[in-house]
């Protein structure tokens, strides 16, 4: 199987692949969008994007292309801990002290916030795209005095030098990624359980009505069933106007499931299912 993922090498996306998805072929994609069309386009059979950190929270341009421009299938998602280090060209770590700029995904800039500020509280702070583009980025001017946040694997990858471990700021960091695949294809990956733990709705509402949250919520509690995450993203439609995107402890059944959607779409609500799948948590 061909599987894409947000790039370039060893950003913590190609983590969770090269973890997960171990004898098959890897391809970068230069952003999340762009990873997303390669499986709607056929290029590959699946991709894997982040869509939540326990630190920064929702991706959103995860979730809002998803929703709105390239509706795909979730099929499986992975959990790995997040593990940020400071990263400089060997030739310029003995001026650690006096770094002009750090570059890192802003994700992982905010992560590290509290480590910046105690020790580089002047320093220019530049994301870009993924923390292994910044690693790149700094290993191509090993003669400036620059430095990047990213893990252990970059700096294997483009020859930097750690010169301070773990900086994040939250002991518990993880990220989960989502693994799509085309909404009529039926790839096999053998690498989840046939058993699924999980299901992800998006509810939008017809109008912006008093009590629609509460309907929502309603429907999945009078059920028991249990809730991991709800989030509030823009229609685009105008202000006030939101869809819903509802993780959920169960896998999509034949009873429970169903009858939370019947019972939405019957309140005027549009229900669909992004995917009911099983969890790789490492």
Known sequence: MKIAYLGPEATFTHVAVQSVFTSDEHIAYSSIPVCMDSVAEGEVDLAVVPIENSVEGSVTTTIDYLVHEQPLKMVGEIIIPIRQHLLMSKGQVHRSKDIEVIYSHSHALAQCHTFLHNQYKYTKLEPVSSTSAAAKLVSEQPQECIAAIANEFAAKKYGLEIVASDIHSNSYNHTRFIVLQKEESSVETNYFQKNHTKATFVIMMPENRAGALHQVLSAFAW???????????????????????IDVVMGYDDVLLPGVKQELESLGFSVEIVGSYSTIQL
């Not at 993203?233 to 105008?238: A, D, E, F, L």
Request: proline share 4%.
């Open 223 to 245: 059920r028991q069933i249990d809730l991991s995450k709800i989030e509030s993203r823009p229609m685009k439609t105008g202000l006030g106007n939101y869809f819903f995107i």
